[in-house]
């Protein structure tokens, strides 16, 4: 009932508030204020309901939630309560009240998330040095890398199995589709569709997307992302174990279609770690999942061949003259580079403080880029933005992070033999990783808080669905037997323990030494045993 009030107090004010625009400035506050309020209610409420389903809502609306608009602008002076701050607030307060009340059993941190934690810390500790000031920095700070780390910790919480990951890989999908129709759109008439700024060019051929994002790489890597997830999902849709019946007809023809349609908006933002993103995410998936190898072979050797045919008319295009080959910003990129790694030789291990790269640079070699909105842009590369801001402090831990992650995900890997949708799974989020880590030495993640957000948002995803492969090696524990009566109380006790799973009678056993269950959830397979045997100094008759 409430759902419904909810939703439909939103179409309300979406209906009505074109038309009070003749009251002036109080009826502009009036929409301001009501519509964030009406939508976070029903995105509040569903989330009550389905804490996974309010995250990818959130998801999918916090890339335009200030355009819609669904963040809550509080007045002069105070930041801002973007839909993202506050549903991260909300969804953490909602799964430890569920854990609190025995609804949810919360997973472990990891000893990842606590070296991110002290990537987080370094990061924090330079605020105080910022020449920005501490609102703008700690704004920053609070979107561009805290926030993500909370989408992490979420999404790794509320993606329990496979069936959730599918959910997500499918949400992702559809973000990247609107994604791929506003590149296109913006690349074919040239008009800029939320962003409040005049058309860009790369060159006298290609248009330089700004539209959602502002600039072409978070929006291109933004959208690649979306796809390794996506081709697992589309292997899992052409396997045996995917929908049935008119659902599997579907999903084979508008997923590919949709692949497709992101591929090709990644290809038209004619930005060239877009491009790189793309491949990466191809080898890696060519690499290391046979199956889904047999149906991209076919589309990349079909590609193949019309390039071989059109060669001339490929090396002579803008897209190799004007994009690939161009050069300029390669050496930009370079300049910027070895002025940052100059610069902190100051001070390696605590760096020179939070976003200070563009006017320490300026004031020491003369180096005088545009100002964007009153900020000197970064150093184009993020390792080195977190170099000069936190220092090596910052920096070791942040590439730790990365290793610890890809460790974790090989030894699933190696883990999950012989079943493919998990395999599929952490070769997408391999292909991630590297993408996200080869994009961040190319421009500023600190500026794209969007990409950020799906990427940690996906990290924990994939680790959360694929939690299960970490049990795939039995778990033996032994005692004294004092504080359980018998066999089959251990294993009653163990079987409370794993809400959600459902007992199977077929691997049920019991006897006088000894008992055991199977319990089933999704694809997966729990066994529990629990067996006595009597201490060597009892001395017992052998029969």
């Not at 995105?43 to 809550?72: E, H, K, M, N």
């Not at 005088?368 to 936190?390: C, K, Q, R, T, W």
């Not at 831990?397 to 290793?403: I, M, Q, T």
Request: charged share 15%; glycine share 8%.
């Amino acid at each position: 009932m409430l759902l419904a009030l909810a939703l439909g107090a939103l179409v309300g004010f979406v209906a009505v508030s074109p038309r009070l625009n003749g009251l002036g400035a109080p009826a502009d506050r009036l929409t301001e204020l009501l519509l964030p309020l009406a939508g976070i209610s029903l995105l509040l409420l569903i989330s009550v309901r389905s804490p996974l389903a309010g995250l990818l809502l959130t998801l999918l609306l916090a890339p335009y939630s200030r355009f819609i608009p669904l963040d809550l602008d509080l007045g002069a002076g105070i930041p801002a309560l973007s839909l993202a701050r506050l549903m991260a607030g909300f969804l953490a307060v909602l799964l430890l009240y569920q854990a609190a009340r025995g609804q949810r059993r919360l997973r472990p941190l990891a000893w990842s998330d606590l070296v991110l934690a002290l990537f987080l810390l370094v990061m924090a500790l330079s605020v105080a040095e910022s020449r920005y000031g501490y609102a703008f920095a700690l704004q920053s700070l609070l979107d561009a890398y805290l926030l993500p780390f909370v989408y992490l910790l979420l999404t790794r919480q509320l993606v329990r199995d496979r069936g959730d990951l599918r959910w997500f890989s499918a949400t992702l999908v559809l973000a990247g589709v609107g994604f791929a129709a506003l590149v296109i759109r913006e690349q074919l008439t040239g008009e800029v569709l939320f962003y409040g700024r005049e058309a860009a060019r790369y060159s006298r051929s290609f248009q330089k997307i700004i539209s959602l994002m502002g600039n072409a790489a978070p929006m291109g890597i933004s959208t690649a992302m979306t796809l390794p997830l996506g081709l697992a999902l589309l292997a899992w849709v052409f396997s045996d174990k995917g929908p049935a019946g008119r659902g599997r007809t579907a999903a084979r023809v508008v997923l590919p279609l949709a692949l497709a349609v992101i591929a090709l908006g990644v290809y038209m933002t004619y930005n060239r770690a877009s491009w790189l993103s793309l491949v990466i995410t191809l080898l890696v998936f060519m690499a290391l999942r046979p199956r889904l190898r047999r149906l991209l072979l076919p589309v990349l050797l079909g590609l193949a061949l019309l390039a071989l045919i059109f060669w001339q008319s490929v090396i002579s295009s803008p897209a190799v003259n004007e994009r690939l080959l161009e050069d300029s910003s390669l050496g930009f990129r370079g300049q910027v580079a070895q002025l940052a790694l100059d610069m902190v030789q100051d001070d390696p291990l605590f760096g020179l403080g939070y976003y200070n790269f563009g006017p320490i640079a300026k004031e020491r070699y003369g180096w005088d880029p545009a100002p964007i909105f009153g900020e000197y842009p970064p150093a184009h590369n993020s390792l080195m933005f977190i170099l000069v801001s936190g220092g090596l402090l910052a920096l070791l831990p942040y590439l730790a992070w990365f290793a610890m992650v890809g460790w974790q995900g090989l030894r699933r890997f190696q883990a999950s033999a012989g079943d493919e949708e998990t395999r599929d799974m952490l070769a997408a989020g391999a292909a991630l990783l590297l993408l996200y880590f080869a994009a961040s030495i190319t421009f500023d993640a600190v500026e794209a808080t969007v990409m950020n957000l799906i990427f940690w948002a996906s990290i924990g995803a994939i680790w959360g669905g694929t939690q299960h492969a970490d049990a795939r090696r039995p778990q033996v524990a032994t005692g004294t037997g004092v504080d359980f009566d018998s066999p089959s109380a251990v294993v009653d006790t163990l079987k409370a323990l794993f809400a959600g799973w459902q007992e199977e009678m077929l691997y049920a056993a019991g006897g006088p030494t000894g008992a055991g269950i199977g319990m089933t959830r999704d694809n997966a397979l729990l066994l529990i045993m629990a067996h006595w045997t009597p201490d060597p100094a009892a001395n017992c008759p052998v029969d």
